[in-house]
């Protein structure tokens, strides 16, 4: 009922910038939190940024100062601007959303199918 499209991942070189967009579609009444995980090869999937409906936002300690998480309520859409970027932050970044659908009274989660981000050293 809905879907999360994300783009912007790729390849780049440790101290380089990178940003992530993810865009929900689909039979959309509201959505409350929104953010972004991620999973490293052989690791747990780890919680990066989140940001709340009115836009409070949350960060891991190891990426605060150089990553920051926005929204666009209009569009359904949250972004990750990663700066800085470090060897260890090569994972796979998927988008979650916490929505309610149409003809639904409670919030599912939702995730992206994921973004490869490799930062070279």
């Known amino acids: 009922q809905v879907q999360l499209v994300e783009s912007g991942g790729g390849l780049v070189q440790a101290g380089e910038s990178l940003s992530l967009s993810c865009a929900a579609s689909?039979?959309?009444?509201?959505?409350?939190?929104m953010g972004w995980y991620r999973q490293a090869p052989g690791k747990q999937r780890e919680v990066v940024a989140t940001i709340t409906e009115g836009g409070s936002t949350d960060y891991a300690d190891s990426v605060k100062g150089r990553f920051t998480i926005s929204r666009d309520n209009a569009i359904n859409t949250v972004y990750l601007q990663m700066e800085t970027l470090k060897p260890e932050d090569t994972a796979i970044y998927y988008c979650?959303?916490?929505?309610?659908?149409?003809?639904?009274?409670?919030?599912?989660?939702?995730w992206g199918q994921g973004t490869q981000v490799t930062v070279s050293s």
């Open positions: 689909g039979s959309i009444i509201s959505i409350s939190a």
């Open positions: 979650h959303s916490r929505a309610r659908g149409r003809g639904r009274t409670w919030y599912s989660d939702y």
